[in-house]
């Protein structure tokens, strides 16, 4: 059973290795680090492990889980797809504005008194 963590963890290390894009990157996320993925079944395992060596296993498993979780950390920094931001209505990905798109239009009036008491509330306790 031990030997099925070193398989793992050399495994999500080559294959992290070939991952050149933000596509890749999160296939490889899915397939690892995901609620289905290898991580996640290597735990379950566990309960098949004899009782003298569910320690030393759980041990083995955590560790492989933090290494092939702060790899992939490094390799979403270095490929810098751990910064994207949502795209603006209307504002191209290259910076300029999109002149086909509708505008947002000019805003007459304000809000009830009370949905402007109920934003600040919310606004304060969702700091």
Known sequence: ?????DELAAAAASDLESVANAGALEAYRVRYLG???AVKAL????KDVPKDQKRE????A???RAAVESAFAEKQEALGS???QTPVRGVKSSG???VTQPGDGDRLGRH????QTVDELIDVFGR
């Open 35 to 37: 609620s289905k993925g």
């Open 82 to 84: 751990g910064t994207q």
């Open 57 to 60: 296993f759980g041990q083995r």
């Open 96 to 98: 300029g504005v999109d």
């Open 1 to 5: 059973m031990l030997e099925k963590i």
């Open 112 to 115: 009830h008194v009370i949905t």
């Open 43 to 46: 735990m379950g395992l566990i």
């Open 62 to 64: 955590n560790a492989a």
